[in-house]
């Protein structure tokens, strides 16, 4: 089954820049989103199409791809982007949705 | 405004049923694919069941095949998940998710989640 692999942590000094990884084979053909995640709350959609962002989500939030990896930027870092971060595709060769194992992103 | 909501969780004991429901409100119903996502506690995401915007075509994540069936009724506007063989592993709230389009695999709107306990 296809994997996706994220780094389980990433902590960050408010104002600074978080990225979050996100690894997988021939993920360069593959469309990737991000979501974040706050304690309690349901995911929110951030980043879709490897560097779409939807409407209500502030530039900070950037995605981008480069050979078999996915990354998430998050710039100026603020204490309330301090939540899980989850990367996610379709995987046509087995008909399944997959997410990443999630990253904790924590603001020192 | 687009809705979803969960009901149905409860406690199960292992090897019993459960039924799901999702209702939806504030987008139109038949013409978007929905999902189910689930996240043991204190794990993460996992993807469980799809189906199409007709409901024509169904996939379920290996685990659960076989066990669940995802259904619709486009004329309530509610999606469906049936749990049978309860599993303590599929301890989890269930969310229900909306897929953006025909073009993109990624979901846009998300309930806010129904819990389910497997346990006797």
């Known amino acids: 089954s296809y994997v996706l692999t994220q780094p389980p942590s990433v902590s960050v000094a408010p104002g600074e820049t978080a990225r979050i990884t996100c690894g997988g084979d021939?993920?360069?053909?593959?469309?990737v989103h991000w979501y974040q995640q706050k304690p309690g709350q349901a995911p929110v959609l951030v980043v879709y199409?490897?560097?779409d962002r939807p409407s209500g989500i502030p530039e900070r939030f950037s995605g981008s791809k480069s050979g078999s990896t996915a990354t998430l930027t998050i710039s100026r870092v603020a204490a309330g982007d301090e939540a899980d971060y989850y990367c996610q595709v379709w995987d046509n060769g087995s008909d399944h949705y997959v997410f990443g194992s999630g990253t904790k992103v924590t603001v020192l | 405004d687009v809705q979803l909501v969960e009901s149905g969780g409860g406690l199960v004991q292992p090897g019993g049923s459960l039924r799901l429901s999702c209702a939806v409100s504030?987008?139109?119903?038949?013409?978007?694919?929905l999902t189910w996502v689930r996240q043991a506690p204190g794990k993460g995401l996992e993807w469980v069941s799809a189906i199409s915007a007709s409901g024509g075509i169904t996939y379920y994540t290996d685990s659960v095949k076989g066990r669940f069936t995802i259904s619709r009724d486009n004329s309530k506007n509610t999606l469906f998940l049936q749990m049978n063989s309860l599993r303590a592993e599929d301890t989890a709230v269930y969310y229900c998710a909306r897929k953006v389009g025909a073009s993109t695999s990624a979901f846009d709107y998300w309930g806010q989640g129904t819990l389910v306990t497997v346990s006797s």
């Open positions: 504030g987008f139109t119903f038949r013409n978007y694919a």
């Open positions: 021939n993920i360069g053909r593959k469309s």
């Open positions: 199409g490897d560097s």
